[in-house]
């Protein structure tokens, strides 16, 4: 398997590339053209599979996929403008090849303490890390496409028309899928402790009306 250095967070920021330029850089299979897009959108690709899957030990290697794939697929793009759209829409692939493996195989999601990878906000109160830990544990029993729209939606904080684009389905498709999730969450949810404060917070857990 091809192996993707540097897909982390980098000092140099990137010189701002046209999207053709880009594009027409990848399908030429250019070096610099793939550095490109790693510098862009590594960051952001890692930050989707994280809101997805939550505490994932396989981060960095379903990140390496996502890159792996766009390289090997870029012919399929027809519109250059829409390379971060599809991109979002490999990494929501990625994330949900992982979710079924994970339940084929009866992975564990989450770690011992001693294994687990602490979120982006480390500094967190420990209350506010459980109740994240928690929130991934109720999500984890989520079907997966309705996982993923959830967390498209509410974690990630995209727009409607962005998670049906990113799931490549229709936006009444993403509706349906959101009000079963949040009818779900809003169920599960309640049932632990470590949640309260979030239903008590506001009405942003409330199920999703028809």
């Not at 993707?4 to 070096?31: F, H, M, N, Q, Y």
């Not at 930050?47 to 030990?57: D, K, Q, V």
């Not at 949810?189 to 239903?199: C, H, N, T, Y």
Request: proline share 3%; with cysteine; glycine share 4%.
């Amino acid at each position: 398997m091809r192996v993707i250095r540097g897909t982390g967070e980098t000092s140099e920021r990137p010189r701002a590339i046209d999207p053709d330029e880009l594009v027409r850089g990848l399908k030429a299979a250019e070096p610099w053209a793939e550095r490109a897009l790693l510098q862009a959108e590594a960051v952001r690709v890692e930050r989707l599979l994280t809101r997805i899957l939550g505490f994932c030990a396989e981060l960095d290697d379903l990140t390496q996929e996502v890159f792996i794939r766009a390289f090997a697929r870029i012919a399929e793009l027809r519109e250059p403008e829409s390379l971060r759209a599809w991109l979002g829409s490999i990494a929501v692939f990625v994330a949900r090849e992982a979710i079924r493996r994970k339940r084929r195989r009866r992975w564990l999601l989450f770690l011992s303490a001693e294994q687990l990878q602490e979120p982006p906000a480390a500094a967190a109160s420990l209350e506010a890390r459980a109740a994240l830990r928690v929130f991934y544990e109720v999500l984890d029993g989520f079907a997966a496409d309705e996982r993923i729209a959830f967390s498209l939606r509410f974690v990630e904080g995209m727009e409607l028309t962005e998670v049906a684009d990113a799931c490549q389905v229709s936006l009444a498709t993403i509706k349906r899928r959101l009000k079963r999730a949040s009818d779900e969450f809003y169920v599960r949810g309640r049932a632990r402790a470590e949640l309260v404060d979030w239903f008590e917070e506001g009405s942003r857990w409330r199920r999703i009306e028809s």
